[in-house]
């Protein structure tokens, strides 16, 4: 359920109507990306097309709007957003969503494009700043892109908070977040604190002995591509023990079809995941479509007493020097479309969200586009050592150096981080909806 708030421009005075108030917003004349300073490497170096872009304050509409933006670039233009909050613990960081309204009065194009700006999750209560990156200028640049993305940071006056969100105090939960078993709010509801991941529900933080004891029983396989299989290494390079009994296995699925073959014997759960490489090269209905196809196909083959979980595709990061097909417009409408899917036909499939962990991050990937890995650039990582980020959490996404057991490794005589905040928050996210039973 999407949290409804108000918007309030900066710059103008709110008042009790339900017409907004539009506060003029520009975008950056250079590229400009969330906590990494090599833009220039990864987005479009041309000057962005002459856009107009207003900010303004909505209630409630029929489209069940947070915050309205219009603007004379569309329709379907693709945008970044998030909601920054300060604090004591450092950074708080939360994601929001820009959504291409449906209709409006386009009028030839001289009458401005609408879009919805939307919160997916609830929050903790307290007054955000609303951040917004324009990164394609169409939806069809946003499907296929043919230059890189724009990167260019809307400001008002010079400010990159375009506004202030108010959420209002929830019923505080403290009861833990949700197993296999169990229904409830799961690890992966929740916001950013500095490098935290915070969930809405009392979350374990697990060590390496505790997933071991976890996974004698559930013996789960991960299947999937890239993003699976360094979940995998993460969780099998120590103990040897973990792998070598047989305990968690990886299969490679980076394009499967419907004639999948799991052999998920003797396993209690099947983690899956695949569309990366899919979006690269394809469109999302193509993808979808497969998708459909193959999953559906893959449950029925299942054994009755085996749980498939699907593991949605982490945001992609956009760092790459070369210009790539995939864009987080992409991973978001075929996101949505496959958790409708879950919802309407497979409900017995189970939902690990990655995408809504990395979004509000997804600049902090510490290898290009993944979140997990064997980096050794631990001392110059932004992510795991930022000095914007205050107090004692360790880079692990999972709270106070003592309780980050997955964050550092010797390996080869070396030490290496097997990720940062951001990949260790969404392993033990998942680990918490595997092993709270």
């Known amino acids: 359920m999407r949290l409804l708030c108000i918007i309030l421009p900066t710059i103008v005075a709110a008042h009790k109507s339900k017409k907004p108030n539009w506060v003029v917003a520009a975008p950056s004349m250079r590229p400009e990306m969330w906590d990494v300073n090599d833009a220039s490497k990864y987005c479009a170096a041309a000057a962005p097309p002459a856009q107009t872009f207003?900010?303004?304050?909505?209630?409630?509409?029929?489209?069940?709007?947070?915050?309205?933006?219009?603007?004379?670039?569309?329709?379907?233009?693709?945008?970044?957003?998030?909601?920054?909050r300060t604090s004591?613990?450092?950074p708080r960081r939360a994601p929001c969503e820009v959504v291409a309204r449906i209709g409006g009065a386009y009028d030839n194009g001289t009458a401005p494009f609408y879009?919805?700006?939307?919160?997916?999750?609830?929050?903790?209560?307290?007054?955000?700043?609303?951040?917004?990156?324009?990164?394609?200028?169409?939806?069809?640049?946003?499907?296929?892109?043919?230059?890189?993305?724009?990167?260019?940071v809307l400001r008002v006056g010079g400010d990159e908070r375009l506004g202030k969100v108010k959420v209002p105090k929830e019923r505080t939960v403290s009861r833990p977040c949700a197993g296999l078993a169990s229904s409830g709010i799961r690890a992966h509801d929740g916001a950013w604190r500095a490098r935290e991941w915070r969930p809405r529900c009392a979350w374990q933080v697990y060590d390496r002995h505790q997933t071991e004891t976890c996974f004698q029983s559930k013996r789960p396989l991960f299947v999937g591509d890239s993003h699976t299989r360094l979940m995998f290494d993460t969780l099998t390079d120590q103990p040897a023990d973990l792998e070598s009994t047989g305990d968690v296995v990886f299969?490679?699925?980076?394009?499967?079809?419907?004639?999948?073959?799991v052999d998920a014997h003797g396993r209690s759960v099947v983690v899956a995941n695949w569309g990366h490489w899919r979006l690269r090269d394809g469109d999302v209905e193509t993808y979808v479509r497969d998708w459909q196809k193959t999953i559906r196909a893959l449950s029925n083959n299942l054994?009755?007493?085996?749980?498939?979980?699907?593991?949605?595709?982490?945001?992609?990061?956009?760092?790459r020097e070369e210009l790539d097909g995939r864009t987080n417009a992409k991973i978001r409408e075929a996101t949505a479309r496959q958790l409708a899917f879950l919802a309407t036909e497979l409900p017995r499939v189970v939902v690990h969200d990655t995408f809504a962990i990395?979004?509000?991050?997804?600049?902090?990937?510490?290898?290009k586009h993944h979140y997990l890995g064997f980096a050794r650039f631990v001392?110059?990582?932004?992510?795991?050592?930022?000095?914007?980020?205050?107090?004692?959490?360790?880079?692990?996404?999972?709270?106070?150096?003592?309780?980050?057991?997955?964050?550092?490794?010797e390996r080869r005589g070396s030490t290496y981080a097997v990720g940062n905040a951001v990949g260790l928050a969404d392993l033990n996210a998942l680990l918490n909806l595997l092993c709270n039973d």
């Open 303 to 319: 054994p009755p007493s085996t749980i498939l979980i699907w593991r949605t595709m982490p945001a992609y990061s956009y760092r």
């Open 54 to 84: 207003e900010i303004g304050r909505l209630g409630l509409d029929v489209a069940g709007a947070a915050a309205h933006m219009r603007s004379s670039v569309g329709p379907g233009a693709a945008f970044e957003c998030r909601l920054d």
């Open 251 to 261: 299969m490679a699925a980076e394009d499967p079809t419907s004639d999948l073959k």
């Open 379 to 409: 001392a110059r990582n932004a992510s795991l050592y930022d000095s914007q980020f205050s107090g004692d959490a360790c880079g692990g996404g999972v709270g106070p150096r003592r309780a980050c057991p997955w964050l550092m490794r």
């Open 115 to 152: 879009y919805d700006i939307v919160i997916p999750n609830p929050l903790d209560a307290g007054t955000y700043d609303l951040r917004v990156l324009w990164m394609h200028a169409s939806a069809k640049e946003a499907s296929a892109p043919s230059t890189k993305p724009l990167c260019r």
């Open 88 to 90: 004591r613990e450092g």
């Open 358 to 367: 990395t979004a509000p991050r997804l600049f902090d990937a510490n290898s």
